[in-house]
T-cell receptor
């Protein structure tokens, strides 16, 4: 069975500084990995995904993520954080053997960007 | 693209009552998912529809829960005899039918804003 771990409950960063949100995964075979963001009382919004190809994936709002197979990680990064990036971030994995495309989500990491 | 719509946004009910939630997916999306999110947790898969067919149900979906998608468009999720442990955000998501590596099951899920259920 697949799983995903987000080791940090919260990440605090000052505006303008680099932001990293960590994610590690466990899945048999090649993983399909996703990042979503959730603002208060809203649904999740897609940021980016890794399916195959280049290990560095660029997504929405200036975010990128690096797939590292040897470390089974898919950390989310942004070079310069904005106050508006404050939100709850979820890493998710899809088992390639899954029939219906359902995602397994991590517990989430709260990002707080201070002015 | 008007997005995935869920109704109601909030529902407060007393233990033992029945509740029903509605999800209207993006019109051309054949695939529809229900997830449940409790405080401090990520969304957990409940059930999946392809058109009107319910193809998978999680073990989380006890016999008090039932979901339908009668005409392959909107979907409903009903909880009978609600319990306090049912309090959560119920999220609906959809994605289009498609084939290939980048599309279909690997295309992004489009989530609604959820229905927050509070059972008192």
């Amino acid at each position: 069975a697949q799983s995903v771990a987000q080791p940090e409950d919260q990440v605090n960063v000052a505006e303008g500084n680099p932001l990293t949100v960590k994610c590690t995964y466990s899945v048999s075979g090649n993983p399909y990995l996703f990042w979503y963001v959730q603002y208060p009382n809203r649904g999740l919004q897609f940021l980016l995904k890794y399916i195959t190809g280049d290990n560095l994936v660029k997504g929405s709002y200036g975010f990128e993520a690096e797939f590292n197979k040897s470390q089974t990680s898919f950390h989310l990064k942004k070079p310069s954080a904005l106050v508006s990036d404050s939100a709850l971030y979820f890493c998710a994995v899809r088992d390639p053997g899954d029939s219906w495309g359902k995602l397994q989500f991590g517990a989430g990491t709260q990002v707080v960007v201070t002015p | 693209d008007t997005g995935v719509s869920q109704d109601p946004r909030h529902k407060i009910t007393k233990r033992g009552q029945n509740v029903t939630f509605r999800c209207d997916p993006i019109s051309e999306h054949n695939r529809l998912y229900w997830y449940r999110q409790t405080l401090g947790q990520g969304p957990e898969f409940l059930t999946y529809f392809q058109n009107e067919a319910q193809l998978e149900k999680s073990r989380l979906l006890s016999d008090r829960f039932s979901a339908e998608r009668p005409k392959g468009s909107f979907s409903t999720l009903e909880i009978q005899r609600t319990e306090q442990g049912d309090s959560a955000m119920y999220l609906c998501a959809s994605r289009p039918l498609g084939q290939g590596y980048e599309s279909g099951y690997n295309s992004p899920l489009h989530f609604g804003n959820g229905t927050r259920l509070t059972v008192t």
